[in-house]
């Protein structure tokens, strides 16, 4: 069970290649909700991130909720097509908790 959190900053990332978040997480940041319109892979680090297909899945329309530590980076790129998913350029929206 997800316990309750305050939405916060809430950042876009437009992906088909590897594509890092703009802005480091906040001073306050150590959870975000993630939220993709199709499958995809994501990196979440200190410094300037690159996603791979190795990275976490996150399949499309789920919502996933990640510890971080404030200031890391994310990034996202297009999962790859394979069994039921096919590779499809979309938009991860990134939302901080307080």
């Known amino acids: 069970m997800q316990q309750s959190a305050r939405n916060s900053t809430t950042q876009v990332i437009a992906y088909d290649a ?3 978040i703009t ?3 906040g001073a306050q940041t150590y959870q975000l909700r993630l939220v993709a319109n199709s499958a995809c892979h994501f990196k979440i680090g200190d410094g300037a991130q690159t996603a791979t297909v190795s990275d976490p ?5 789920w ?3 990640v510890t ?6 994310i990034s996202a790129i297009k999962a790859a097509t ?7 350029a979309g938009t ?5 908790l307080a």
Do not use: H, K
């Open 18 to 20: 590897s594509t890092a």
């Open 82 to 88: 394979g069994g039921l998913v096919t590779a499809t």
């Open 68 to 73: 971080v530590t404030p200031g890391q980076r």
């Open 92 to 96: 991860l929206w990134v939302t901080e």
């Open 57 to 61: 899945f996150l399949p499309a329309n």
């Open 23 to 25: 802005n480091a997480f």
């Open 63 to 65: 919502i996933e909720y």
